[in-house]
């Protein structure tokens, strides 16, 4: 009888892992981890231990993250997914923390990596962070160029577009934007992937070719089917709409398509996606719309010189457009003298 509960709970769990995987999509980290924490059995579901994780790495929680990992690592030492959250967590947290612990925590996160490749060598998210510790991390704490050029040479016998985007990261950490949009122009895929074009949106950004770098995230949204790589590339279509003077347009779909997406959770940027906006319509003579979203802006605590005077300076704008018009009313409502 208790080993047919046990299966019945890890049924009904199983059932709700795509449930979970949206929570966690959309940025409802607290939703999330209060709805986990009722399974009782949540612990003994290597799923949900993975996105429990995500949830926690998400957070920047890392000193939680570990905790959890270690234990989960403990209980599903087969699982590639959990050694490769893992060590990632750990290499960060080794990037964080002080020196004499950076060292020891870098080595058990690239062996936990290591694991996870070894687990399943497709992973290649797994693969691509040991490639880019290799290429970015100093010998002394581990680190081998050679090792990372290797590595990516040995993807493109496996996976051309996979290979391509551990070249041009490695290219991008030894600061050689162009060399990696050269190389991205010379061999992108047709149909092109959403990640390879995020990539290259992102060089042209950092090269100030934003014309091109806004064609190139309208593209990876299309062709994304990650729900964060979609909306992320959203986000960056509003932003550039604005500081890049984009189709304002376009840029105002993809902002109301991704604050739609991440209404009432906890995404960091939903602040900047809503003042965005705002500028948008703003410059679009939507006065009122951009009214009523800085409005829901003022109490937002964003500890951001940038963004707290872009806030004041739209205020002030929309103020003083608001005064002019005051007066016509006024004007046009006033009752003839007879």
């Not at 893992?86 to 923390?97: F, H, M, W």
């Not at 996870?116 to 691509?128: G, I, K, N, T």
């Not at 992102?202 to 090269?207: A, D, M, P, S, Y």
Request: hydrophobic share 45%.
């Amino acid at each position: 009888m208790k080993a047919l509960l046990l299966f019945i709970a890890a049924t009904v769990s199983s059932a709700d892992i795509s449930h979970y995987e949206q929570l966690l999509a959309s940025a409802r980290y607290t939703e999330l981890e209060h709805q986990l924490i009722q399974q009782p059995d949540y612990k003994q579901q290597g799923e949900l231990l993975v996105i429990y994780a995500r949830a926690l790495i998400n957070q920047q929680r890392l000193e939680d993250a570990n905790t959890l990992l270690n234990y989960a690592i403990e209980q599903f030492p087969q699982n590639s997914e959990l050694n490769y959250l893992a060590g990632l967590s750990k290499i960060r947290l080794a990037s964080d923390g002080n020196v004499f612990a950076a060292k020891e925590r870098a080595a058990r996160g690239v062996a936990l990596l290591q694991k996870a490749v070894s687990l399943q060598p497709d992973h290649y998210a797994a693969r691509q962070a040991l490639i880019d510790f290799y290429s970015i991390a100093p010998a002394a704490a581990g680190g081998d160029k050679e090792l990372a050029n290797s590595m990516a040479a040995q993807l493109a016998e496996e996976n051309p577009a996979q290979a391509l985007l551990a070249r041009s990261r490695i290219l991008l950490n030894e600061k050689k934007p162009t060399e990696a949009l050269a190389l991205l122009n010379s061999m992108i895929p047709d149909p092109p992937n959403a990640r390879l074009l995020a990539r290259k949106a992102q060089i042209l950004n950092e090269l100030a070719l934003y014309d091109e770098a806004f064609v190139n995230y309208r593209q990876a949204a299309e062709h994304a089917t990650d729900l964060t790589d979609k909306y992320n590339a959203l986000y960056h279509i509003g932003r550039l709409a604005v500081t890049a003077d984009q189709d304002a347009m376009a840029g105002i779909t993809a902002l109301q398509q991704y604050l739609e997406f991440y209404r009432d959770s906890e995404n960091k940027t939903l602040p900047w996606a809503t003042l965005r906006l705002a500028q948008l319509m703003y410059r679009t003579g939507d006065t009122f719309e951009a009214s009523l979203l800085v409005a829901g802006l003022t109490n937002a605590q964003v500890e951001n010189e940038e963004f707290n005077l872009i806030l004041v300076s739209l205020l002030s704008a929309l103020k003083t457009k608001e005064a002019k018009a005051e007066p016509e009313h006024q004007t046009e409502d006033k009752p003839q003298q007879i």
